[in-house]
């Protein structure tokens, strides 16, 4: 009893099941660094109002950054017993310094020590997690870029639909992770208060200074209500809903590459870097970093609703319960981190079959609508009866087994007489994407454009 930080009221000890429940120092002594310099900040501050003397506040940050040094270099044992990060260090400082280590947790407990740790630890994740998006954008946008005028199908329903240029649907990834990059800038304002100082839930009578420690730790300023702070895992939340989405935006382009690369669609294919082999099968090259990407968004939505359902219902303040906000922050960071990581490397390394993508744009009638169009502007036709009309044009290439652009001028004339050869001008596809320059439209200057405004916004 009496050997636990806490144990002063207690007689016996924890069993060892209640020391393997309780435990939380597997996982959170990743928090080490953010936790001992939120200690610092702590100690200063409490030197600074004169709530520890200027010796006993030396030998603490020496102490301290002693045991970062340990930490680092591997030479700290971490302790079980000692339940978690914030016990392991101050455990350690008493080794090291004796009596006054006693006295850092003056005016604190652990409940606004851990919100302020993590709360740290989750700002380091969003900025790494938008330096590696940002990386994403690059590589999309390079690519993009090479592919401006390469025309492919554009697909509703996975079915033909319209030419798109590749470079086009490249970049609308970009703004998928555009948004995922704003999202993390918006959680990050929020999230960007102090709670140290909030005490175990109703501050102090000692007379701290909470912007002094808020601006030493970087934050804007300290949260305004002590409840509040020891209680809001808002900002893990937010990540995590962040994290999610951006996890789905990148399953979607993982599909997308799994699908490009079949013998069926052979739109690109992927370096050796990023495919594995089959150990019978001699002829098979695997996406499996792109089946991997897909599947791992599994685990951060997971994550996600795991700390959104730890967190319904508690009561305030602080409940341990929300001990167990911290692997679903860090399994989808580091699960994040990879996937964006091997999302670059696959497109980095991407080739694109440009010829067969091409062919492939004209498969399935995909300028039909052209057609409807040209309908509309040459003979004035309004545009409901357009596409009537060709749908009786599609209907007789499909009865024939040809393309619309294999149809003689009489074939089409047949269907209806106020068509001329200056159809035909309509019925490539590489001229029905490049018709397409309204304002985000698909056609190449709208892309050699866009690509340019993306470097601006986003690089
Ligand atoms: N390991 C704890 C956590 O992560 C620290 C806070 C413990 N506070 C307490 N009152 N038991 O939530």
């Known amino acids: 009893g009496a050997s636990t930080i ?30 001992i310099r939120g200690s610092k900040a702590h100690c200063a501050m409490l030197v600074k109002v004169g709530v520890l003397s200027d010796a006993d506040g030396q030998a603490i ?11 680092e270099s591997g030479r700290f044992t971490f302790s079980t017993a000692l339940e978690d990060i914030h016990m392991n260090v101050e455990s350690r400082l008493a080794e090291l310094i004796g009596e006054a280590a006693g006295r850092l947790h003056t005016a604190r407990s652990r409940n606004d020590q851990v919100a302020t740790d993590f709360r740290l630890w989750v700002r380091d994740a969003v900025d790494g997690m938008e330096d590696a998006l940002g990386r ?22 996975l079915q ?21 990059r704003s999202r993390l800038k918006d959680a990050r304002v929020r999230m960007n208060e102090c709670p140290l100082g909030a005490a175990a839930l109703a501050g102090t009578s000692f007379p701290i200074d909470r912007h002094m420690t ?36 990148l399953s979607r382009l993982a599909e997308e590459l799994v699908l490009w690369t079949t013998a069926q669609f052979r739109f690109v294919s992927l370096s050796d870097g990023f495919t594995t082999g089959s150990s ?33 219902g508690l009561p305030l303040t602080y409940s ?66 357009a596409h009537h009309i060709t749908g009786q044009i599609v209907r007789l290439a499909e009865t024939r087994g040809i393309g619309l652009e294999q149809l003689s001028l009489p074939d ?14 309509v019925l490539g596809v590489e001229a029905s994407a490049a018709s397409r320059t309204s304002f985000g439209g698909t056609a190449p200057v709208n892309v050699a454009a866009a690509v340019q405004a993306a470097r601006r916004r986003f690089l």
């Open 160 to 180: 033909a639909a319209q030419p798109v240029t590749f470079g086009h649907h490249l970049l609308a990834y970009v703004e998928m992770f555009g948004r995922d």
């Open 412 to 425: 089409l004339q047949s269907v209806d007489g106020r068509i001329t050869a200056d159809v035909f001008s």
């Open 6 to 35: 806490w144990g002063g009221r207690f007689a016996g000890g924890p069993s060892a099941v209640m020391q393997r429940i309780n435990a939380s120092i597997d996982f959170d002594k990743r928090l080490y660094a953010q936790d």
């Open 61 to 71: 940050l020496r102490g301290l950054d002693q045991i970062l040094q340990e930490i």
């Open 214 to 249: 808020a601006a030493e730790l970087a934050f804007d300023r300290p949260c305004a209500n002590s409840l509040d702070a020891v209680s809001d895992r808002d900002f893990a939340m937010e990540f995590l809903a962040a994290a999610a989405i951006c996890a789905v935006h």
């Open 280 to 312: 019978i099968m001699p002829q098979k090259r695997n996406p499996d970093a792109a089946e991997l990407v897909r599947a791992k968004a599994g685990r951060v939505i997971g994550d996600l609703n795991a700390l959104l359902i730890v967190m319904k």
């Open 320 to 385: 341990k319960d929300m001990q167990d906000d911290k692997e679903p922050v860090f399994e989808a960071a580091d699960t994040l981190e990879l996937s964006l990581a091997a999302m670059t490397g696959m497109i980095t390394d991407l080739s694109v079959n440009t010829p067969r993508m091409k062919e492939s744009a004209g498969a399935g009638y995909t300028t039909a609508t052209d057609i409807a169009d040209w309908l509309v502007r040459a003979a004035n036709v309004p545009f409901r009866q």
């Open 136 to 157: 994403l954008q690059a590589a999309l946008i390079d690519k993009a870029e090479q592919h401006a005028g390469t025309v492919m199908p554009g697909f509703t329903h």
